[in-house]
Each structure stands twice: as C-alpha cells, then as structure tokens.
C-alpha cells in the first residue's frame, strides 16, 4: 500500500496547516488509520488517529487544535493543524493498518518558527 502525504511546510506559530495522505488502497472503517510525528531527537509519536471501529483519538497536546478526519471515497486521509506550536514542529507520517499489515507514508515535514 503507498501513502503520499502533503501539506508540511514553514508556518509561525499560531498559524494553522492541513495535511494529506493520499492512500492507494481502502481507509475506511475497519482499517486503523492516522497520523504520527517524529520530532528531532525523540521518538515517533502518535497525533491522531481512526481506530478500526471509527473511534478518534488524539494525544493529549494535540486535543482541540488538530482535527483528523478522511475522505473514503477519494482514500484521502487529512489532518487539520490550527493553533500550531513549536513544539509541533516534527516530520508528519501518515499510518494505515490493517491485520498485522502496517503501512507508513513517507513523511511531510513541518516547521512551526517564527
């Protein structure tokens, strides 16, 4: 399965970014699918993601200023950023899993500096 993911950039802090990942297979309910970020130096990290029954979850720093949400027919998963922090600033991947097959994107880089 290939996930393209889109939308990282340089953004000041307070600003806001939405991120995509195209996927070419099936992202609906029933697969696990979401985001994940790694930061310099520290581990990967999950943001937000699409449990396989359709439930959201969200790290707790991320809760009220980032919204996951996906698009089934068009496989898009994307990833609504606003309210960014430097501390946000990390490499975004987006993550599909279903099974024991996991899947990550290639990754979109985010900057959050003013």
């Known amino acids: 399965v290939q996930l393209q993911a889109s939308g990282g950039g340089l953004v000041q802090p307070g600003g806001s970014l939405r991120l995509s990942c195209v996927a070419s297979r099936s992202i609906s309910t029933g697969h696990t699918v979401g985001w994940y970020r790694q930061a310099p130096g520290k581990e990967r990290e999950l943001v937000a993601i699409f449990a396989r029954d359709g439930n959201v979850n969200y790290a707790d720093s991320v809760k009220g200023r980032f919204t996951i949400s996906r698009d089934i027919r068009a496989r898009t998963l994307y990833l609504q950023m606003n309210r960014l922090e430097p501390a946000d600033t990390a490499v975004y991947y987006c993550?599909?899993?279903?099974?024991?097959?996991?899947?990550w994107g290639q990754g979109t880089l985010v900057t959050v500096s003013s």
């Open positions: 993550y599909r899993r279903i099974g024991s097959v996991a899947d």
